[in-house]
């Protein structure tokens, strides 16, 4: 019989470090899969009308992506455990963003002999709007002597749960569920008290196919001003707290060189239509409010200039990336 070991092995931390919700298309790409999870669990814990919609709307991700921006950009050595020492994603706390569906089918129903060869479209009007609406596709059939399954995909993070509940809807399908994968590890929840973001970030290690038997799980809370609080850290283990393993060191993000804004120019600023940037091998721009609200980004061309005529004057900051990264304070006049 296992023995449940849980041991707290730092005092929680308050000391407010400044930070900033600034977004990065990088962070986006890393944790898409990671925010759509939060976002789900948390409009089920605030019963959300949003539930229903298959596609998770961006008003329920917000606040929860530019929360996890501003513990990347606290710069805590815990933060940089999180995201790049042990990379930290969220893959066994929830099915709801599986991109994978066992849909069981009546068989005698004629437009079911598609999916039966592995032909996508039926011609039944409203799975096929189903089918392009949500870039679903056919990658598996079995008849078994209890019912017959079809096993669909998609490369689209959805809320699962609401696609399955409106594949159900046809009267040939009895039962629409998630095909999950066993084996995975990590965990990301989020919660919000008093306009204060709390995420815990859990490390799991040691025998996981079936169920992981160590973990470290630190503990960050993001102020309404974007500040960050590390709160500690929780260590477990079923046969007794284990050591930490060797780090995976993707260093999704250390890898980009910081601090290069002594050998950029940036101009002119203020300016009034568009802005320069002088020196440095960069490919991507933000711009964002002082609330770090993304307000534009894309490319930057050969000429290295971004066109800033749609913004209202103001302060905003500006952050480049590419082989380094570098952000400033511009002024739109």
């Given at each position: 019989?296992?023995?449940?070991?849980?041991?707290?092995?730092?005092?929680?931390?308050?000391?407010?470090?400044?930070?900033?919700?600034?977004?990065?298309?990088?962070?986006?790409?890393?944790?898409?899969?990671?925010?759509?999870?939060?976002?789900?669990?948390?409009?089920?814990?605030?019963?959300?009308?949003?539930?229903?919609?298959?596609?998770?709307p961006q008003t329920e991700k917000?606040?929860?992506?530019?929360?996890?921006?501003?513990?990347?950009?606290?710069?805590?050595?815990?933060?940089?455990?999180?995201?790049?020492?042990?990379?930290?994603?969220?893959?066994?706390?929830?099915?709801?963003?599986?991109?994978?569906?066992?849909?069981?089918?009546?068989?005698?129903?004629?437009?079911?002999?598609?999916?039966?060869?592995?032909?996508?479209?039926?011609?039944?009007?409203?799975?096929?709007?189903?089918?392009?609406?949500?870039?679903?596709?056919?990658?598996?059939?079995?008849?078994?002597?209890?019912?017959?399954?079809?096993?669909?995909?998609?490369?689209?993070?959805?809320?699962?749960?609401?696609?399955?509940?409106?594949?159900?809807?046809?009267?040939?399908?009895?039962?629409?569920?998630?095909?999950?994968?066993?084996?995975?590890?990590?965990?990301?929840?989020?919660?919000?008290?008093?306009?204060?973001?709390?995420?815990?970030?859990?490390?799991?290690?040691?025998?996981?196919?079936?169920?992981?038997?160590?973990?470290?799980?630190?503990?960050?809370?993001?102020?309404?001003?974007?500040?960050?609080?590390?709160?500690g850290f929780t260590d477990f283990?079923?046969?007794?707290?284990?050591?930490?393993?060797?780090?995976?060191?993707?260093?999704?993000?250390?890898?980009?060189?910081?601090?290069?804004?002594?050998?950029?120019?940036?101009?002119?600023?203020?300016?009034?239509?568009?802005?320069?940037?002088?020196?440095?091998?960069?490919?991507?721009?933000?711009?964002?409010?002082?609330?770090?609200?993304?307000?534009?980004?894309?490319?930057?061309?050969?000429?290295?200039?971004?066109?800033?005529?749609?913004?209202?004057?103001?302060?905003?900051?500006?952050?480049?990336?590419?082989?380094?990264?570098?952000?400033?304070?511009?002024?739109?006049?």
């Amino acid at each position: 019989m296992r023995i449940l070991l849980l041991t707290l092995l730092s005092l929680p931390l308050f000391a407010q470090t400044p930070s900033d919700c600034s977004l990065s298309p990088q962070l986006l790409n890393a944790y898409e899969w990671d925010i759509a999870n939060m976002a789900i669990r948390n409009m089920q814990q605030n019963n959300s009308p949003s539930l229903s919609l298959v596609t998770i709307p961006q008003t329920e991700k917000d606040l929860i992506e530019k929360g996890l921006a501003a513990v990347l950009n606290s710069g805590l050595p815990e933060a940089d455990s999180v995201f790049n020492l042990y990379c930290v994603h969220d893959r066994t706390s929830s099915v709801m963003t599986w991109q994978s569906m066992m849909v069981w089918v009546d068989t005698s129903v004629a437009w079911t002999a598609a999916w039966q060869n592995l032909t996508t479209l039926t011609g039944n009007s409203y799975i096929d709007s189903l089918i392009n609406k949500y870039g679903l596709s056919v990658t598996g059939f079995t008849n078994f002597s209890f019912g017959s399954i079809a096993e669909l995909s998609t490369n689209r993070i959805l809320n699962l749960n609401a696609l399955l509940d409106s594949i159900e809807l046809e009267p040939a399908v009895s039962l629409a569920e998630a095909n999950g994968t066993i084996g995975l590890a990590g965990k990301i929840t989020y919660s919000e008290v008093n306009s204060v973001r709390y995420y815990n970030f859990r490390f799991e290690f040691s025998d996981c196919f079936d169920g992981c038997d160590n973990y470290r799980e630190w503990q960050f809370a993001v102020n309404p001003d974007c500040s960050v609080n590390y709160l500690g850290f929780t260590d477990f283990g079923f046969f007794g707290v284990q050591p930490l393993p060797a780090p995976t060191n993707c260093n999704l993000f250390t890898a980009v060189k910081e601090n290069m804004e002594d050998l950029i120019r940036v101009y002119p600023n203020p300016a009034s239509d568009r802005i320069f940037i002088e020196q440095g091998e960069f490919q991507e721009f933000t711009i964002t409010d002082l609330l770090g609200r993304t307000l534009k980004c894309g490319q930057l061309d050969a000429d290295n200039f971004i066109d800033i005529n749609s913004l209202a004057p103001g302060i905003y900051i500006l952050i480049i990336t590419g082989e380094s990264k570098a952000s400033f304070k511009v002024i739109k006049e």
